[in-house]
Each structure stands twice: as C-alpha cells, then as structure tokens.
C-alpha cells in the first residue's frame, strides 16, 4: 500500500472542519489578528472561540475573533457556545449567537454546545436533556453544524449519562498532555471522539489558550 493510500484511509472527517492529526486551541477571550497571526506560525491550524457566554448573552468579542482567525490564515474556526439553563429559552441562546455571528460576517465551520458546570443546570437530568435538545433543534433548524463538548464525569452528572442524542462529534477534556485518542472511555453514547483538549489554561503569543488535537 503507496503512502498517499495510507493518508487516505486515515483521513478523519469532522462535519465541514477537516483535518488530519492536527493541533489547535480554543480561547474564550479577545484575539487579534497579530496574535493569531503568532499562534499560526507556531503550528497550530484550527481555531474555536467562544460565541456565547454563561451569563446567557452572546460573546460580544465572539464575530470579531472568529475574523481575526481567518484575517490571520486559519482555514477551520468554530464557535463554541456557554449555555445558561437558568436564563431559560434555550432555542433564542442559539439563534441570538447564530444571528449576531451572521450579521457581522463570521465565517465559521460549526458550533459546539459546551456542556458542563458552571451552567447553572437543573439537578434533574431530564430538564437538562430537554434543554440541550431545544437547543439542538435549533441548529438543525438553522442549518448548523454542531457538536457537543463534554466530559465523561460531568456529562453523567448533568444528563444521566443519556444517549438520546445519538453520537454527534464529541469533543472532550483530558489534561494529560497527550495528543492521542488512547484511554478514551466511551460514554453517552459516543464511542470514539473527534477532538481531545489535552492541555488548558496556558499562555501563549500574549494569549489565554487551551490545546487541542485531532
């Protein structure tokens, strides 16, 4: 088998943001152009920045980042949305960060639902289900792509460990430094993951960031 064969069949598809073995971060801050432009030159080829914050209202720096990432070069930028359940109205968190991503000519590849604490999420894992479900009828009705961040531990502890929503691409934390796969457990329904966050809360090129791989 030719080694262009090989590269084929390893060839690993994520929704419209495709890439193979390759890293990147995700930010939940302000990033210039320049700072980009410096986090590009040190390798990392994708980008996700935060669309909407936990408060329940859209990012205000979210559309300009996302910009400044493709200003900068990077081909594959994504949103990430902080959901608020206590804010309620789970459908208009989505539409109000898709519209102002829309409106002000944010390019992005998809979006991902952040699951986790710090949301305010109901001890009942059943209103917490309902409410990740709206929102991802929402997507759909948006036409978005999307994907779900979530840890084994806090996804268990949020919606019962349910696999009602199927397998959409999962993206997951574990600090262990390692840009691979292996000791993934499977959980909620998911069985193999798209993108690792290996390494968070470090500094680099003046800029807050989390590493990621895939």
């Known amino acids: ?54 408060t329940g209202k859209v990012d205000p720096n979210g559309a300009r980042t996302i910009k400044n990432a493709k200003a900068a070069g990077f081909r594959y930028v994504d ?57 991802i009828d929402e997507l759909k009705r948006l036409k978005v792509n999307f994907g779900i961040y979530a840890q084994k531990s806090q996804w268990t502890h949020i919606t019962g460990n349910t696999v009602v929503f199927g397998d959409p691409p999962l993206w997951y934390p574990h600090y262990d430094n390692v840009e691979s796969f292996s000791g993934f457990q499977a959980f909620g329904g998911w069985t193999k993951p798209a993108i690792k966050q ?14 990621n791989f895939y």
């Open 198 to 211: 290996y390494q968070g809360d470090v500094s680099e090129c003046g800029v807050g960031i989390d590493r």
């Open 79 to 135: 949103g990430y949305i902080f959901p608020c359940f206590s804010c309620g109205n789970p459908a208009k968190q989505v539409s109000d960060t898709i519209d102002n991503l829309n409106s002000n000519g944010a390019e992005y590849g998809m979006i991902w639902l952040d699951i986790e604490s710090g949301a305010n999420w109901s001890s009942i894992a059943q209103d917490n289900i309902d409410f990740i479900q709206q929102m």
């Open 1 to 54: 088998m030719t080694g262009k064969m090989i590269g084929l069949i390893c060839f690993l598809t994520v929704s419209i943001t495709t890439i193979l073995a390759t890293k990147g971060i995700d930010v939940s801050q302000s990033v210039t152009q320049a700072q980009f432009e410096c986090l590009k030159n040190a390798g990392y080829e994708f980008v996700i920045t935060r669309v909407h914050q936990s």
